[in-house]
T-cell receptor, first 108, second 114 residues
Framework: QKEVEQNSGPLSVPEGAIASLNCTYS??????FFWYRQYSGKSPELIMF????GDKEDGRFTAQLNKASQYVSLLIRDSQPSDSATYLC????????FGTGTSLTVIP | ETGVTQTPRHLVMGMTNKKSLKCEQH?????MYWYKQSAKKPLELMFV???????ENNSVPSRFSPECPNSSHLFLHLHTLQPEDSALYLC?????????????FGPGTRLTVT
């Protein structure tokens, strides 16, 4: 079982729609959760982090954490073509684990 | 710009060569990391340094040798690599190792082993 699992996609949404990205993790002791955005040929860029159950909002981005169900999600509202990238979920348990990423395409 | 720089950005080397990757962070962080990113695979943590002391070595082959002379600089020395070592090598830093600390990545070195 992988420590962090993400649907590889590709996920396509029209411009202006809500994009929903999901991530599950196996280590119940995980404490911190991060979302990174990675454009093709570039390095990962931190978007959001969340430590507590519930929602955390930052601009058009909302991170949601449910520790009982061991999943974390990222919602992108009013999706823009510039949001087209691969989104990596990262979890800190015993160490820093990354998922393989979900490729998102926002269609103009 | 994240405050983490890496050189070179691209490297092509033969299997008998010796080369080094360099990483420098200007964020005042105390922890630094080396990751390997291959296509269709999750980021693989290779080495972790905290206050220039190695705290983690994730079963990395000895042909990869890290060096951390101080909290701002990190090197990865390469020798007798294999073609399957071709990948994007990413350096990252964080304020410390506490679970609340996010990591900031450098631009990476695209390594090709021929």
């Amino acid at each position: 079982q992988k420590e962090v699992e993400q649907n590889s996609g590709p996920l396509s949404v029209p411009e202006g729609a809500i994009a929903s990205l999901n991530c599950t993790y196996s280590d119940r002791g995980s404490q911190s959760f991060f979302w990174y955005r990675q454009y093709s040929g570039k390095s990962p860029e931190l978007i959001m982090f969340i430590y507590s159950n519930g929602d955390k909002e930052d601009g058009r981005f909302t991170a949601q954490l449910n520790k009982a169900s061991q999943y974390v999600s990222l919602l992108i509202r009013d999706s823009q073509p510039s949001d087209s990238a691969t989104y990596l979920c990262a979890v800190i348990g015993n160490q820093f684990y990354f998922g393989t990423g979900t490729s998102l395409t926002v269609i103009p | 710009e994240t405050g983490v720089t890496q050189t070179p950005r691209h490297l092509v080397m033969g299997m008998t060569n010796k080369k080094s990757l360099k990483c420098e962070q200007h964020l005042g962080h105390n922890a630094m990391y080396w990751y390997k990113q291959s296509a269709k695979k999750p980021l693989e943590l290779m080495f972790v340094y905290n206050f220039k002391e190695q705290t983690e070595n994730n079963s990395v082959p000895s042909r990869f040798s890290p060096e951390c002379p101080n909290s701002s600089h990190l090197f990865l020395h390469l020798h007798t690599l294999q073609p399957e070592d071709s990948a994007l090598y990413l350096c990252a830093s964080s304020p410390g190792l506490a679970h609340t600390y996010e990591q900031y990545f450098g631009p990476g070195t695209r390594l090709t082993v021929t």
